[in-house]
Every structure is written in C-alpha cells, then in structure tokens.
C-alpha cells in the first residue's frame, strides 16, 4: 500500500516563528502536493511538485515556501507563521506513467492540523 | 477541469446500497471521473475512478452515464464507518492538481 507520511498530526506555533511541515512517501512517486483545508473552503492547493527540486505554486502559495530535494520528501516551510495560517495541512503524492501519459490517483498523508497562536 | 454538481448531504440506512450522484455536464472527453471521501480529521481517501465504463472495486462501484455527464458512486452495502464527506472530481489523465469540491456529506444511520 502507498504510504504518505506527515511528520506531525499536531503542531502549535508561536507568530513569527519558521515552521516546517514534512512529508514523506514511499512508493516512488513523481509528483507531490501541498493542501491546506479550512472550513467552509474545501481543499486548496498551495504548491507541487513534479521531480527532484522542481516545484509549481498553486492557488494559495503567499506566505509559504518548499523544498524537494530528494525523491521521498516534500518540505513545506511558513517562513514566518502568521495566525490565519492556521488550517489542516495535508501532502499528497502521485505517480507519473510516462508511458501513458497520465498521472494517476493522488494518496494523502493524515493531515498535520498546525495551530498558530 | 469540468465542474461537479453534489447534493451536499445525505443519509443511508446501515446495511442499505449509499448511492452518491455526481453531474459534471461539462466533461470533456480526456476527462476522468475520480472519487474520493474523507473521514472527519484524516485525510482524503482514494475510492474509485473511471472514464466512460463502469468500474468496480473492493470498496465501491462507479456508473457513468452513457453521455457522460453524470456518475454514482454505489456503496452496496453502507456501514457506520463509511459516514464520510465523498468529493467527486473531475480530471483530465494528465492534470497534476486534483481540484476539490464541497461534496457530499454522507452519514449512515444505525
């Protein structure tokens, strides 16, 4: 089974502090993904990710940064966590079959619910 | 991506088929069916897609119309912990994003 690993389901943080939110997957996938959730506004994209060190901002990327520098592992950074950065914050990976052109299925991790106070 | 239409709640008897629609009238034809549910406080699950056949799998069926502009989502036979929020999206094969929607919010009596 694919497996998306976040590092934290729980995290509080104080305002104006660097936060990291990490992610791991372990079936070789290609692309990867940064969501936040918040009531009333369903899934947002905020960046992804389709290789080694190559990353796209999605809808929402103000006020957040990543980092892929290896396969396994997408990093998302709030370099200065602010209040309304509070929201679920879930990763997703998926593969790419070249072959068919086709990305497939996306796998989330549980959710890393992040608290800034 | 096309748009989905869900109804945004609805509720099965525990044991019963949950039948969950989906119209996306305005699919195009590279474009794929994919649902998706999310449990409270987890994250979203895979269930199911397909493109223009019917598809089934340990968890559920998919029936797309034949014009393709609606689906249903079967769950044939609901128990307590299917009591969810189903998200249909639609995306062509090639897309990145998977692009979320309200959904429906299924919740499944004793």
């Known amino acids: 089974d694919v497996k998306v690993t976040q590092s934290s389901r729980y995290l509080v943080k104080r305002t104006g502090e660097k936060v990291f939110l990490e992610c791991v997957q372990d079936?070789?996938?290609?692309?990867m993904f940064w969501y936040r959730q918040d009531p009333g506004l369903g899934l947002r994209l905020i960046y992804f990710?389709?290789?080694?060190?190559?990353?796209e901002k999605g809808d929402i990327p103000e006020g957040y940064s990543v980092s892929r520098e290896k396969k396994e592992r997408f990093s998302l950074i709030l370099e200065s966590a602010s209040t309304n950065q509070t929201s679920m914050y879930l990763c997703?990976?998926?593969?790419?079959?070249?072959?068919?052109?086709?990305?497939?299925?996306?796998?989330f991790g549980q959710g890393t619910r992040l608290t800034v106070v | 991506d096309a748009k989905t239409t869900q109804p945004t709640s609805m509720d099965c008897a525990e044991g019963r088929a949950a039948n969950l629609p989906c119209n996306h009238s305005?699919?195009?034809?590279?474009?794929?069916v994919y649902w998706y549910r999310q449990i409270h406080s987890q994250g979203p699950q895979y269930i199911i897609h397909?493109?223009?056949n019917n598809e089934t799998n340990e968890m559920a069926s998919l029936i797309i119309t034949e014009d393709r502009k609606s689906s249903t989502l079967i769950l044939p036979h609901a128990t307590l912990r299917d009591t969810a929020v189903y998200y249909c999206?639609?995306?062509?094969?090639?897309?990145?994003?998977?692009?979320f929607g309200p959904g429906t919010r299924l919740s499944v009596l004793p």
């Open positions: 999206i639609v995306r062509v094969a090639y897309g990145q994003n998977f692009v």
């Open positions: 305005t699919i195009s034809g590279n474009e794929y």
């Open positions: 997703a990976s998926s593969l790419w079959v070249g072959t068919a052109k086709m990305n497939t299925e996306a796998f």
């Open positions: 397909g493109l223009k």
């Open positions: 990710s389709y290789d080694v060190k190559m990353k």
């Open positions: 079936m070789d996938h290609e692309n």
